[in-house]
């Protein structure tokens, strides 16, 4: 679930907003994006690979929100680390694209109950 936008970081080009299938992004006042709609979030990290500045951090639980150091995640490296291990943009020279935070999530969504339909 996405859990941070570093505004250091972000170049407010928008392409997290426009990727996100599930709106949940909004623009702050500054122009960065904001996260509007924490709870529609599906953990797919499009945003994450879009944003070339690495400036969004997704947890890789699609349960719920998890409580993160935004410290933490910058000095363990974690920013941008979905878009290298996919071999995004930049690093489809050095890294292969192996997906592995999203073994979890696709686990998960085929054992998953459909919400009751109304």
């Known amino acids: ?3 941070l936008v570093f505004a250091d970081r972000c170049t ?4 997290c907003v426009a990727t996100c299938p599930t709106n949940v992004f909004d623009f702050g006042v500054d122009g960065r ?3 509007a709609r ?3 979030c599906q953990t797919c990290f499009m945003c994450e690979l879009y944003c ?3 400036a969004l951090f997704v947890a890789p639980d699609c349960t719920g929100p998890t409580p993160v150091d935004a410290e933490r995640v910058r000095a363990a490296g974690l920013l941008g680390q979905f878009r290298r291990d996919s071999g995004w943009d930049e690093w489809s020279v050095t890294h292969a694209n192996e997906h592995w935070r999203m073994d979890d999530v696709f686990r ?3 054992t998953a109950t459909p919400p009751p339909s109304t």
């Not at 407010?12 to 392409?15: N, T």
Request: include cysteine; glycine fraction near 6%; charged fraction near 30%.
């Open 1 to 3: 679930m996405i859990e």
């Open 12 to 15: 407010a080009c928008g392409d």
């Open 33 to 35: 994006p904001v996260v």
């Open 38 to 40: 924490q709870a529609d």
């Open 52 to 54: 070339r500045a690495d």
């Open 108 to 110: 998960m969504a085929r």
